[in-house]
C-alpha cells in the first residue's frame, strides 16, 4: 500500500522524514520540509495535521500515547499529547555535550536511557535520567503495537 505524492496539501509530503503509529494505529508522518505532522488512518485516509512544527527530523510516540519530536529548527526535544498541544520541550543548540545540532533520530532503552544520534553534530549522545526526575520531562518507552494478525 502506498499514499500520498509531493505537495502541500493534506495528504501530500514535502521530505517525509520520519513516521511512527499511535495504540489506535494512528499513522504520524513528520512532514520536514512542510513543517508539520500529518495523521492518517492505518489505511491511508487523511485525519489531519499539526501544522506548528517547525521541522520535524524524528518522531515517537511512547507507551504513555505522548508524540515526542525532535525539532531540527530549534533543537529541541518536544513532547505533545495526541490532540497535538505542545506539553513540554528542553534542549538547546550547540555542540557541547548535552546541546544538539540536528538529532536525527533518537530512541529509549529499557532502562530509560534516551539517545539522540545527530546529522550536524555527527555523533551520538546518551542520557540518562536524573534519579528522582519527573516522569512528565522524560522521553518514555515506545508504544508496542499488537500485529493486525494477534
Known amino acids: 500500500m502506498a499514499w500520498g505524492k509531493k505537495g502541500s496539501g493534506p495528504g501530500e509530503f514535502n521530505l517525509p522524514h520520519a513516521i511512527d503509529i499511535d495504540a489506535n494505529r494512528r499513522v504520524y508522518v513528520a512532514d520536514r520540509s512542510n513543517s508539520r505532522i500529518q495523521i492518517f488512518d492505518e489505511n491511508g485516509k487523511y485525519l489531519g495535521e499539526w501544522d ?28 505533545y499529547d495526541l490532540d497535538g498541544k505542545l506539553l513540554y520541550s528542553w534542549g538547546t543548540y550547540g555542540t557541547f555535550p548535552g546541546a544538539f545540532w540536528g538529532v536525527h533520530q533518537f530512541s529509549v532503552d529499557s532502562d530509560g536511557n ?17 534519579r528522582g526526575a519527573d ?9 508496542k503495537i499488537a500485529s493486525s494478525r494477534d
Open 52 to 79: 506548528h512544527i517547525r521541522s520535524p527530523y524524528h518522531i515517537m510516540v511512547t507507551a504513555d500515547q505522548h508524540l515526542w519530536v525532535a525539532d531540527g529548527v530549534t533543537n529541541k526535544f518536544l513532547k
Open 114 to 130: 534516551l539517545y539522540g544520534a545527530e546529522t550536524y553534530g555527527g555523533r551520538t549522545q546518551k542520557f540518562r535520567p536524573k
Open 135 to 143: 516522569p512528565a520531562t522524560l522521553v518514555g518507552q515506545p508504544v
